[in-house]
């Protein structure tokens, strides 16, 4: 399957830590990537693989990828990381798939 | 410092054939690795992944849009064009191109994304 799949919504209490995961049958072959949306905004790219972070995203933010499950970790959550995850990769066929977004809810 | 932008119709009646443009600047789509994909969103649900072009012309599409879909690329003007035939209203959706550096399988840079609504 080319699928990935994402709970639809996780909380989080303000100062803590969250994991927002993603399963799919090629990961571990190919990197998860994530990509934060925030209300009428285009999706921001913070993540791809372990640890590779574009400039401007707060080292709070990590991932990792293993056994057909890929992860991003925020740690010390801050009210302004409130807002919807997407991971993508690829799938056996050298195409792209996005899984269908995790709405994360800081308290 | 990369940027795209989308362009094209906000309104397309169904049938019809939607033609979006993405204009970009700070890369070029000569160089090895680098390209551009288009990714859809309808309004409240997730964001699915259309076509991709790449700096040696090969292309990509997503398998259950394939026959509905061209990308083409104008390396002279910096622009990226998808076609999309016999639009229905399910196709309303914000489309986006994005950026692909060679060097990852993630889309680093977004374009603001345009809303197109299908509806006679």
């Known amino acids: 399957s080319s699928e990935l799949t994402q709970d639809p919504a996780v909380s989080v209490a303000l100062g803590q830590t969250v994991k927002i995961t993603c399963r799919g049958e090629?990961?571990?072959?190919?990197?998860a990537n994530w990509y934060q949306q925030k209300p009428g905004q285009a999706p921001v790219f913070v993540l791809s693989g372990e640890n590779n972070r574009p400039s401007g995203i707060p080292d709070r933010f990590s991932g990792s990828t293993s056994r057909k499950i890929g992860s991003l970790t925020i740690t010390a959550t801050q009210a302004e990381d409130e807002a919807h995850y997407y991971c993508s990769s690829r799938d056996s066929s050298g195409n792209w798939v996005f899984g269908g977004g995790t709405k994360l809810t800081v308290l | 410092q990369i940027t795209l932008k989308e362009s094209g119709p906000t309104l397309v009646k169904p049938t019809q054939i939607l033609t979006l443009t993405c204009n970009f600047s700070g890369f070029s789509l000569s160089t090895s690795g680098v390209g551009v994909a288009w990714i859809r969103q309808p309004p409240g649900k997730a964001l699915e992944w259309l076509a991709l072009i790449y700096w040696d012309d090969d292309k990509r599409y997503s398998p259950s849009l394939k026959s509905r879909l061209t990308i083409t690329k104008d390396t002279s003007k910096n622009q990226v064009v998808l076609a999309m035939t016999n639009m229905d209203p399910v196709d309303t959706a914000t489309y986006y191109c994005?950026?692909?550096?060679?060097?990852?399988?993630?889309?680093?840079?977004w374009g603001q994304g345009t809303l197109v609504t299908v509806s006679s």
């Open positions: 090629n990961l571990g072959n190919f990197y």
């Open positions: 994005a950026h692909r550096p060679g060097r990852s399988d993630a889309f680093d840079i």
